[in-house]
Structure formats: C-alpha cells, structure tokens
C-alpha cells in the first residue's frame, strides 16, 4: 500500500482518534496532519515492516504528546468547570456524558491518551505501553488516575447514580 | 468494567462521530511536505551561502601564507590545501521502476547537476578484487533504503555517463570511462534526468521540436525532441518542480512521449543520496567538485564554468590496473607507494591500493599544484565503499 492509498483508507479512522485525543476537529486535522507529514518522508521504510498502521498510530502519539506540550503554555487552564445546567427529564443521561466529555479536557496528555487507548481503541494495557513508550505498571497508574479524577468531579447526581465502582 | 468505564467507551464512541471527514488530508499533506521541503532546500542554500562566505574569508587569509605554506599557482587563484568534505552525490526524487526494461538507475554529479541515468544492467562477470566492499545502497533523508527493490542505484564500473551530445566533448573524456556505445549494446540514449536548482542556460533538455505541453506534478511541462547523436531524435520532458528545482529528462524515442510523462510524474519528490566513491581530507583551496561517479572525482579549479569534461581539472579516478605497470618514478604518498610522471601537459601519479586497484590523481601543468601539494592531496584521498573501480 503506498502513501495515498493509506490516508485515503485510513484518515477517517485516524482522524476520529486524533478527535478523541484533542476534543477539537480543527486540532485533530492539524494533529494528523503534522503526523502524516512527518511519516511521509520515511514511508518506503516503515511500509515494510509490519504494516504502516502502528508507526502512524505512534508518531501520531508522540505529535500529540509533545504537541500538546508546547502548546499548554498558550492555553489557559480550566479552574472550575462550568455550572452544569439543569437537567431536565430523560437528559440526566446526556448531560452526564457531556460533562464527562468536557472533564476529559481536562487530564493531563498522557492521562487520556490511555483512556482513549484502552476505551476507544480496546488496546491492552501491553499494547499501549508499547505505543506510549514506557511500562505497563505507568498505563494502569495513568489509567487509575484519569478514572479517579473523572468519579470525583462528575457531579453528584452522576457519582450517586454511578454507585460505587472500582478502580 | 465498572460503570464510569462503561460510560467512558459509550461517551467516545458517540463523540467520534463528530470527527472531521478529513477528504481533503491528502491534498494537506503533499502541499505541508513541499513547503517543507522548500524551506529545507532555503536554509540549505543559506547555509551554504554562510560557508562560502567563510570560505571566501578563509581563503583571503590564505592569499599571503606564511613561509612554507603549501600553495598552489598563482593562475589557480588560489592557495594550500583546504579540509576537504564528502562528496556524496544527493538526488532530489527518489526514482520509480526503470522506465526501459533491462536499465538501472545510477546517480552521478554532471557538470555541478545531480543527474540519475538508467544504463543497462551489467551482465554478472567475476570480480577482479574478491575482497572489493560491496556496493552501498544510496541512502535517503529516511532511516530505510528507498531503493531495496529492483530500482536500486546502480554501481556500475560504467563511469562517466553521456550526458547530453549538444554539451559533453566525447573528444574530452578522461580515464575511467567507458564508450557509451559498449555500456549500450541497442546503441540507444539512456534515460537521462537531471535536476537544477536554477534554469538552464545551455538548453540541453529545451526541445528543439515542441510536441506537446504536458503537466508534471501539478505544474506544466514541455515534450519535444531533441537530436541524438546515435540515431533517432530523443525525446525530452522539462518543467519547473513545485519543489524548486528545474527537471530534465531525455529519453529514446523508444520510450513514448505519453510514457515519458508518466515516467516524470512517478518521480517521488523525497531526496536520495548516493555516496562518492572518495572521501577527502584535503582540496585544493578554491577548487569545487563538478563531476562525481562510481569511480572517479573531477575539481575544477577556480574560474573554470561547470562541465562534464575533465580538461583542465584536477581528476581522481581509482581503476583495475596495478600501478606498477605505469611508467614513471616512484615516490611515496603517505605509507603508501605511487609513481609520479608528466604526459604531455598532465601530471599523473598513481598509488597502488593493493587488491589490483590503483589510485589515479591528474594534474594538468597549468594548475601550478606544486609535487608536495600533490602528494599531500593524495595522501588524503581514501576510496569508499561505494567505489567501483574503473576497467583500465
């Protein structure tokens, strides 16, 4: 498969990814395409070893890890998240997710990287430390983080209709 | 899976639904990877300005040496020895499968113009130096060959290719070559492309005859025919690169003019780099490589305007016969043993590189290198593995 044929086959995909890891479209079209650039230029030699996929999947990755990075110090954090709006029956749902969503903003990087990894992607936790670059024992720590921070800040409607859970 | 998790996979499958389609990613990137590689291609070129400005004042500081200070003559309009640098060969395509059954693709340094050649695959024949390095794959800006199929370079004992017949003096080539019409037995052109980073003035891929216009990777191009020296007319392609450089390709009129553009539009705009068959420790200051292949080097000094000659220029070629057949007095280059004579107005020194190979240095008189410069020179002359010894 050469380089065209593979983004017209797989931006789609990637792009959904790189959406679920910056939560903003025009982010994730940038994200992606800084990464396809990059692996463009050494295509004809990671096209033969063992599909181009993971090596995009990881430069992808490390664009966003470092991207991301550099670009915290332009943004500005989030000090408390917005007042949640009223929910009105049959939306508890809804808003919950929403608010879920607005939380993943914001984890630290490498936080909701695994959790895309592990609840988007299905990966195994081996599978993404592979990807990530570091241990399996840092992707459950980074795992167990991410889902902490989300129990304790989802609202307490949430949290009481979650029940307990386990890390 | 505890219910967070459950509604962490529900919350990104729904919200990956309002990915971006990214149609348009393809287009993004081929533009963002030529805008790069333009920006590369500028600070190259800055760069190099920085160096010769450097060089320039080095060299300036070397107009008035102190005693005993290594010189070459004065209608050099230069002085000593200077660090000399590798003198690999970098193309800025990466070439597709040969267009002419049977050919192969070699890159070699024409006249100052990286230029890639399809010659005839050479037949196996035994090696005459068993232990010789083999052939190195050209390496490109990526950490793989971009070549490891069927295309690959070719380091061929074929030396200096003909490039064009309205510029190169068959009269002029130097040792190390062979007669295009042996390295072609169907006595046809080779497929020539060759790249410039500025518009040639000497015309040698404008068609005399203009076929057709054309487009080549988004930008128009010309075909026409040009006269060969061998027979039919050859056809030619030229155009303006999005990636700055001018391209030229001449081919046989066996090749279809459709398929020539075909051919043109195949070429991967991602650089490749063959190694020179010398590293040097030294140059003579103010001289500048104008012609490289798989067995020989070419500096010209000075003054002297590109070519893809050897007259007047100091030449570098390493070949098959042993240094001990040559006639002349021995003299000692480094730990190694040469023998140094004058042909006519050309100094010839030879140094015996042991496993049947010799190392050949040519000076014409009128450079003015002094005997210990020459010697200096040489000594730091050492044969890569890229090397492919000329046959005699």
Request: aromatic letters at 6%; charged letters at 20%; a negative charge.
């Amino acid at each position: 498969m050469d380089f065209a044929e593979f983004v017209m086959a797989r931006t789609p995909a990637l792009l959904r990814f790189g959406y679920l890891l910056t939560g903003d479209g025009h982010l994730a079209e940038d994200l992606i395409q800084e990464a396809l650039v990059r692996v463009h230029r050494r295509w004809s030699g990671i096209e033969y070893q063992g599909g181009p996929e993971p090596y995009v999947r990881k430069a992808i990755l490390h664009q966003y890890l470092s991207w991301r990075r550099r670009r915290a110090s332009t943004e500005l954090p989030v000090a408390e998240l917005a007042e949640p709006p009223d929910p009105g029956p049959g939306v508890e749902r809804i808003v919950e997710r929403d608010e879920m969503w607005t939380l993943l903003a914001t984890l630290p990087r490498a936080q909701r990287a695994v959790i895309v990894l592990r609840y988007y992607e299905d990966l195994a936790d081996a599978d993404i430390a592979l990807l990530l670059g570091c241990t399996q024992a840092t992707v459950r720590v980074h795992a167990f983080r991410a889902l902490k921070r989300l129990r304790v800040a989802l609202t307490p409607t949430a949290v009481a209709g979650a029940g307990h859970v386990r890390g | 899976m505890s219910e967070v998790e459950q509604q962490l996979r529900d919350l990104l499958t729904r919200y990956a639904q309002d990915a971006p389609d990214g149609h348009w990613m393809l287009t993004q990137v081929r533009r963002s990877a030529v805008r790069r590689r333009r920006r590369a291609i500028t600070g190259s070129v800055a760069v190099t300005l920085v160096l010769a400005v450097l060089g320039a004042v080095a060299l300036a500081a070397r107009l008035a040496p102190p005693e005993g200070k290594l010189s070459v003559g004065r209608d050099a309009g230069a002085g000593g020895l200077v660090a000399g640098s590798p003198v690999d060969v970098t193309f800025p395509f990466t070439p597709p499968a040969p267009p002419v059954p049977g050919s192969r693709p070699q890159l070699t340094l024409v006249a100052g113009r990286p230029t890639l050649q399809y010659l005839p695959a050479p037949d196996p024949a035994p090696d005459p130096a068993p232990d010789a390095a083999p052939d190195p794959a050209p390496t490109g800006s990526a950490s793989a060959d971009p070549l490891a199929d069927t295309s690959t370079i070719a380091g061929s004992a074929t030396a200096v290719p003909k490039v064009d017949p309205t510029v190169a003096d068959p009269g002029t080539v130097g040792p190390g070559t062979v007669d295009p019409d042996e390295a072609d037995p169907a006595r046809t052109d080779p497929v020539t492309v060759v790249a410039c980073i500025s518009p040639w003035t000497d015309g040698p891929f404008t068609p005399l005859v203009t076929d057709r216009t054309t487009t080549v990777h988004g930008s128009p191009a010309v075909i026409g025919e040009r006269p060969s020296t061998d027979g039919p007319p050859d056809h030619v392609l030229s155009w303006s690169d999005p990636s700055g450089f001018w391209v030229g390709i001449s081919a046989p009129e066996t090749l279809s003019t459709v398929g020539l553009a075909q051919f043109a539009s195949e070429l991967a705009a991602q650089p490749i780099t063959q190694p020179g068959p010398f590293d040097f420790d030294s140059v003579p200051a103010g001289f500048v490589v104008d012609n490289v292949n798989s067995s020989t080097v070419t500096f010209r000094p000075p003054g002297i305007a590109p070519s893809p000659d050897f007259v007047g220029k100091l030449v570098v070629s390493v070949d098959v016969e042993p240094s001990g057949t040559q006639d002349g007095r021995p003299v000692m280059v480094g730990d190694r043993s040469g023998w140094l004579h004058t042909a006519g107005d050309v100094a010839m020194l030879r140094v015996d590189e042991g496993k049947g190979w010799s190392l050949t240095v040519q000076a014409p008189t009128r450079l003015r290198i002094p005997e210990p410069d020459l010697l200096r020179f040489a000594t730091g002359v050492h044969i890569t593995a890229a090397a492919t010894p000329a046959r005699g």
